[in-house]
Nanobody, 115 residues
Framework: QVQLVESGGGLVQVGGSLRLVCEASGTNNKFNEMGWYRQAPGKQRELVALIRRGISTDLAEFAKGRFSISRDEGHHTVYMRMNNLRPEDTALYYC?????????WGQGTQVTVSS
């Protein structure tokens, strides 16, 4: 059974940085896409960053210039570096992976940015 486990969240001050890590287990398949989504209280879940097997990436407008995403093919791990964090980045950050039409989600890691 595929499992995604996120880590790296926490409490940080405005302008600070965090690196989120998502580790997948339970499969030898290479995911077509891995990415990060976030959901703030009272808001819908939204895409933050996505990386494909060809290493192409998509970043939400709010993430451009501040966040970056990378992945380790051999270990089924995806990373997201977040710099210059803002209070509006406060949310629960989820990892998502897709393969052959199936989607897998982690439980989320909380990021809180204090002003």
């Amino acid at each position: 059974q595929v499992q995604l486990v996120e880590s790296g969240g926490g409490l940080v001050q405005v302008g600070g940085s965090l690196r989120l890590v998502c580790e997948a287990s339970g499969t030898n398949n290479k995911f077509n896409e891995m990415g990060w989504y976030r959901q703030a209280p009272g808001k819908q879940r939204e895409l933050v960053a996505l990386i494909r097997r060809g290493i192409s990436t998509d970043l939400a407008e709010f993430a451009k210039g501040r966040f970056s995403i990378s992945r380790d093919e051999g270990h089924h791990t995806v990373y997201m570096r977040m710099n210059n964090l803002r209070p509006e980045d406060t949310a629960l950050y989820y990892c998502k992976a897709t393969f052959a039409g199936d989607e897998y989600w982690g439980q989320g890691t909380q990021v809180t940015v204090s002003s």
